[in-house]
């Protein structure tokens, strides 16, 4: 079935250091991949994602990259602060005519220390 | 606009009462999905519904059933509950248009089954 592996499931970083979080899916028909950031008791949001097109994206500090021959996909954090310290959700669906169907990871909490 | 709303915020019931949850869409979505969140599952989708169609389906038991209005507002009923379906049911939605694929989530209600 539909599947998608989130790792590491925590991350604790210095501020300034960089954060990596991976994700594999397991549908080949998958062909959008968001990344959500929730905050402790507020809704998910999304904060980047990327089509099955294009290999990387990029956005201030924040930079997705997409491997579809082995179907893993990754978010990177730069220069990290206090405030990306948060619960991070991969998810991935089969895109257009289908997004409402997002298949997330298990998430991973992130911490980042002052 | 508006954002997603979702009515209401907190619910307390008993084993084997049964609860409507509500979900307003921002205006112009037509892609209505709900998902389970829990500490040991994390976000599980339910099912979506786009054109007052369900469109997609998970893996949740009978007992957890939805719809959708003319005007897209969308609710999910649980029928028969059990202390397990205490959880943050999150409805999103989407444009789902062409790329317009974002899902945009709601604050939740946070359902507490005693």
């Known amino acids: 079935g539909e599947n998608v592996e989130q790792h590491p499931s925590t991350l604790s970083v210095q501020e300034g250091d960089s954060a990596v979080i991976k994700c594999t899916y397991s549908?080949?028909?998958?062909?959008?991949f968001p990344w959500y950031k929730q905050e402790l008791g507020k809704r998910p949001q999304l904060i980047i994602d990327i089509r099955s097109n294009v290999g990387e994206k990029k956005d201030q500090r924040i930079a997705v990259t997409l491997n579809k021959t082995a179907k893993h996909f990754s978010l990177h954090i730069t220069e990290t602060q206090p405030e990306d310290s948060a619960v991070y959700f991969c998810a991935a669906s089969r895109g257009s005519g289908n997004t409402g169907k997002l298949i997330f990871g298990q998430g991973t909490t992130l911490q980042v220390k002052p | 606009k508006a954002g997603v709303t979702q009515t209401p915020r907190y619910l307390i019931k008993t084993r084997g009462q049964q609860v409507t949850l509500s979900c307003s869409p921002i205006?112009?979505?037509?892609?209505v999905s709900w998902y389970q969140q829990t500490p040991g599952q994390g976000l599980q989708f339910l099912f979506e519904?786009?054109?007052?169609?369900?469109?997609n389906k998970g893996n949740f038991p009978g007992r957890f059933s939805g719809r959708q209005f003319s005007n897209s507002r969308s609710e999910m009923n649980v029928s028969t509950l059990e202390l397990g379906d205490s959880a943050l049911y999150l409805c999103a939605s989407s444009l789902d248009a062409g790329y317009q694929e974002t899902q945009y989530f709601g604050p939740g209600t946070r359902l507490l089954v005693l």
């Open positions: 205006s112009g979505h037509r892609s």
């Open positions: 549908d080949s028909a998958s062909n959008y």
């Open positions: 519904y786009f054109s007052e169609t369900q469109r």
